[in-house]
């Protein structure tokens, strides 16, 4: 299949793009059918966006303080991803927290990565919660978007203990390591047609997710 053939996904990022890079090798070995067509980032010193363009893909900047309003932010999002034909848009520590004015046109296309085990922590800081809070475990979860903040239907999960002496820095970077795995996972299953929203909750291949999500292991290969 062609490049221009494959399903086009779109990331929005706001930093320095570590989720990104995954989709990036995950296109690029074929373990994610899929092209990016476009990554945009509100935030113009992004690092992301260099790593975008050094592996050519296109990129567009679109500052949300340029903009009078969340909606009007999210409208001249909503263009961008009409313009290049999105089929699945992925929100890569996207640092915004979106209104129906996009979430409404691409719902059921619209995925993210939140860094705790929902619904446990949604917002910020999570790994410090889970410290404080004197969790055994942490982890990240994949969810589509909806209108609730971190509170759309699950559909990956994965797990890390938490082990003596850990930091919330230390703890975010082992579960950064489970994020490089489930995120393009979970992007080959929407793009083969395995994974969809209802109105009831997300569904695999026809059968009801969990309400915390699949649980991931690493011998999962699609």
């Known amino acids: 299949m062609s490049q221009q053939a494959l399903p086009s996904l779109a990331v929005l990022i706001s930093g320095r793009g570590s989720n990104l890079q995954a989709f990036i090798d995950a296109c690029d070995s074929g373990h994610l059918p899929a092209r990016i067509g476009l990554v945009i980032s509100n935030n113009p010193a992004a690092a992301g966006l260099q790593r975008a363009e050094r592996a050519g893909i296109a990129t ?91 509170g759309g239907p699950p559909v990956l999960q994965a797990r890390v203990p938490i082990v003596r002496g850990d930091t919330a820095e230390s703890l975010a970077a082992r579960v950064a390591a489970q994020e490089h795995a489930i995120y393009p996972l979970a992007a080959r299953w929407f793009v083969e047609g395995r994974l969809a929203l209802h109105a009831t909750g997300a569904t695999l291949d026809g059968a009801p997710i969990p309400a915390t999500g699949i649980a991931y292991n690493s011998g999962m290969c699609g």
């Open 60 to 150: 567009q900047c679109i500052d949300h303080r340029d903009y009078q309003s969340r909606e009007a932010f999210d409208g001249a999002l909503v263009d961008a991803l009409r313009a290049c034909d999105i089929e699945l848009v992925i929100l890569a520590g996207f640092m915004r927290i979106l209104t129906p004015v996009l979430i409404e046109p691409y719902l059921g296309r619209l995925l993210n990565i939140h860094p705790s085990l929902l619904p446990k922590y949604p917002g910020l800081k999570t790994h410090q919660r889970a410290l404080d809070a004197g969790d055994t475990e942490a982890g990240a979860t994949v969810h589509f978007v909806t209108r609730e903040l971190d």
